[in-house]
């Protein structure tokens, strides 16, 4: 997800209070949860928002401090043959992931196996450097703030795809460098991202999988992983369906092959990895809800204190300024929408790929958060989201405020 521009963000806002002016007034009973009148006014506006982006099938996650969270599940999460969006669906949440990535890494750090400011050369066993600014470390904060100099706009996308291409020969080619000093500007990269996961791979020698997994997957009890072939059972993978106008939903990930073919008990190779962190987070609305938690609870999920708070302060602060950091515009893989919401800023990531949209922001000064996850919907933009996504987002939060 880009930063917002000015002119983005005003636009936003007018957006936002549109949807917000066209709820009725809610009520939410003594148990914290919307009265049944209210959750039905959410569900139809809901409902409303995805049939008009022709939506295969959607979950609405609300988290609230002090309340149970609440989940809204529309259409399927698979066509063929068709089966139903519930709490139990597993979604693909593309670049939601670098954000994750940001809190298993902080983690690392925490325990002295990472340092957000070392040249990651160290940790990869090779020397990375910009072929424009042979001078410059790079570092871990720069690959989190995307301002490494790293691109997508080289070969990543066409040689970086190819089976046996490894992290070293793509970082080793000059064209997937930008021209700017490493740490100097903003340049969102999904290989930066995935280089990332490689480093924190290579230091801990493990897939990134069970890192997740130590840190969220197992305190939390909850589903969340990198590799679908980790989800069980494999039938509530939903599958990704591109929506285009009037034409049917058309497949593009399925997830019961994929996971077929998913290798869980090999060796860890963390040079052949660098797909993993980018986009490949997958988790039900349990997930996302215990993910919204951490993320605007300062660490802490349900009494269990997972990252100190000092860590997920640092994830959400500006980066601007901070070491070898000259503008970012964000924080480690948090992106922020200042003021697009009456009374605070949100700040989280979107995920799109595949035809599917998946939103995770949250008010870390009230502890809330919205979470949307799809099975596809029409990719319309409303910069620099998704339209279907920040509609959802926005009336998810309006919910939130009764």
């Not at 986009?279 to 300062?298: E, H, W």
Request: include cysteine; charge should be neutral; glycine fraction near 10%.
């Amino acid at each position: 997800m880009k930063n917002a521009s000015p002119a983005e963000l005003a636009a936003l806002r007018v957006r936002a209070a549109s949807i917000r002016g066209a709820l009725p007034p809610l009520t939410r009973g003594d148990d914290g949860r919307l009265t049944p009148k209210s959750l039905q006014a959410v569900q139809e506006m809901a409902g409303r928002i995805l049939r008009r982006e022709r939506a295969v099938g959607a979950s609405l996650v609300l988290v609230r401090q002090d309340s149970p969270d609440e989940t809204i599940c529309s259409g399927f999460a698979r066509l063929s043959p068709r089966i139903p969006v519930t709490e139990r669906t597993c979604f693909r949440t593309a670049s939601v992931s670098k954000l994750v990535m940001s809190l298993v890494i902080m983690h690392l750090v925490e325990i002295g196996w990472l340092n957000l400011d070392e040249d990651i050369s160290d940790a990869l066993g090779y020397p990375v450097r910009s072929p424009h600014a042979p001078d410059v470390p790079v570092t871990l904060r720069m690959l989190l703030t995307h301002t490494s100099g790293i691109r997508d706009e080289g070969n990543y996308g066409t040689r970086g795809m190819e089976k046996g291409c490894t992290l070293g020969e793509l970082l080793r080619d000059p064209q997937n460098w930008t021209t700017n000093r490493p740490g100097e500007s903003f340049h969102y990269s999904n290989l930066g991202a995935g280089a990332a996961g490689v480093v924190a791979e290579c230091t801990a020698d493990t897939r990134f999988d069970y890192l997740l997994q130590n840190l969220i997957g197992i305190p939390l009890d909850v589903r969340a992983s990198y590799n679908p072939g980790f989800i069980d059972p494999s039938e509530d993978l939903a599958d990704g369906y591109s929506v285009r106008g009037i034409l049917p939903p058309r497949l593009r990930y399925d997830a019961a092959k994929i996971s077929a073919a998913s290798d869980t008990s090999g060796p860890v190779r963390p040079q052949e990895d660098y797909l993993v962190t980018a986009g490949r987070l997958i988790t039900d609305s349990p997930g996302m809800a215990a993910l919204i938690r951490l993320l605007v609870s300062g660490g802490e999920v349900n009494g269990q204190r997972l990252l100190k708070k000092e860590s997920i302060d640092e994830i959400l602060a500006l980066q601007d300024g901070r070491p070898g950091i000259a503008h970012a515009g964000r924080g480690l893989n948090a992106a922020f929408l200042p003021d697009v919401f009456p009374g605070f800023s949100a700040v989280g990531h979107q995920g799109v790929a595949y035809g599917m949209c998946a939103e995770l922001f949250g008010d870390p000064a009230r502890g809330c958060g919205v979470g949307v996850m799809t099975s596809g919907v029409r990719l319309v933009r409303c910069p620099p989201l998704m339209r279907a996504g920040f509609d959802l987002l926005a009336l998810g939060f309006a919910a939130l405020d009764t």
